[in-house]
T-cell receptor, first 110, second 114 residues
Framework: DAKTTQPPSMDCAEGRAANLPCNHS???????VYWYRQIHSQGPQYIIH???NNETNEMASLIITEDRKSSTLILPHATLRDTAVYYC???????????FGTGTRLKVLA | EAGVAQSPRYKIIEKRQSVAFWCNPI?????LYWYQQILGQGPKLLIQ????????DSQLPKDRFSAERLKGVDSTLKIQPAKLEDSAVYLC????????????FGPGTRLLVL
């Protein structure tokens, strides 16, 4: 079973920041937080990952709480092309296995 | 750089028939994954190869599903015989090595079992 909990759906206005929350209250010390997204009829696409510290790349920012029990993916300026299902995944550095949940369906509105 | 290639993109079969899916990973990637994604759910790992050896097949229904990765490059996933509940998208992914930070997914094969 997935170890993460995400809201099933969210809407965001185009040009605004999209903040996608993820709860992972049972995270272990050797588990990384990964985010992928899946645009309709495509395979999942890697966005970002982190262990303890906040991370930023050209696509998004990842904010992990100090106790690591939750995180937030931030898309700073959402566009219509960001409409997708976003998955928050924990990956153990021992098994290297992804266990996907059902994700958050983000709809960016014009 | 070419991505992960999968074929066919769509397949319709009747229950009890057999079907095979093909995956060509990104050149040089040692690790290859097969996932099953049922409508409305996230992908579920079926099997993971490291080069041509199986690392994890704990979620593979071995009575009907089989997979191989000859020569550590291309891979095939077979279902024989298919059941209605096998209707899903079958995704192949690859990464340079086990534990690499990113998995690269192909477009998937959409299977419908009637």
């Amino acid at each position: 079973d997935a170890k993460t909990t995400q809201p099933p759906s969210m809407d965001c206005a185009e040009g605004r920041a999209a903040n996608l929350p993820c709860n992972h209250s049972t995270i272990s010390g050797n588990e990384y937080v990964y985010w992928y997204r899946q645009i309709h009829s495509q395979g999942p696409q890697y966005i970002i990952h982190g262990l303890k510290n906040n991370e930023t790349n050209e696509m998004a920012s990842l904010i992990i709480t100090e106790d690591r029990k939750s995180s937030t993916l931030i898309l700073p300026h959402a566009t219509l092309r960001d409409t997708a299902v976003y998955y928050c995944i924990l990956m153990s550095s021992g098994t290297y296995k992804y266990i996907f949940g059902t994700g958050t369906r983000l709809k960016v509105l014009a | 750089e070419a991505g992960v290639a999968q074929s066919p993109r769509y397949k319709i079969i009747e229950k009890r028939q057999s079907v095979a899916f093909w995956c060509n990973p990104i050149s040089g990637h040692a690790t290859l994954y097969w996932y099953q994604q049922i409508l409305g759910q996230g992908p579920k790992l079926l099997i993971q190869f490291q080069n041509n050896g199986v690392v994890d097949d704990s979620q593979l229904p071995k009575d009907r599903f089989s997979a191989e990765r000859l020569k550590g490059v291309d891979s095939t996933l077979k279902i024989q015989p298919a059941k209605l509940e096998d209707s899903a998208v079958y995704l192949c992914a690859s990464s340079p090595d086990r534990g690499w930070e990113t998995q690269y997914f192909g477009p998937g094969t959409r299977l419908l079992v009637l």
